[in-house]
C-alpha cells in the first residue's frame, strides 16, 4: 500500500484530507527510518559471513599452533 492509498482509506473513514496526508507522511517516515530493507539485509548477511570466516580461519589456526605445540 502507497502512502497515497493509506491517505485515501483515512479520507473515507472520515479524516480530513490535511489529517490523512500527514498521517500518511508521517507513517512513511516511520517506516523508512526504522525498517530494514532487502539491501541492508544482504549488507548485513555479507559482513557476517565474513566475520565468521575470519572467525574459522583464525579458529583453525590456533588449533594447529596447539597441535604443533604438543
Known sequence: ???YEYA???KAAGF????AEAQAKALARIVQ???AAKQDLRDLEYRLT???GGMMA???ALVAAIVKLF
Request: avoid cysteine; charged fraction near 15%; charge should be negative.
Open 1 to 3: 500500500m502507497t502512502p
Open 8 to 10: 485515501n482509506e483515512l
Open 16 to 19: 480530513t484530507g490535511l489529517q
Open 33 to 35: 527510518e526504522t525498517l
Open 50 to 52: 565474513i566475520k565468521l
Open 58 to 60: 583464525a579458529s583453525i
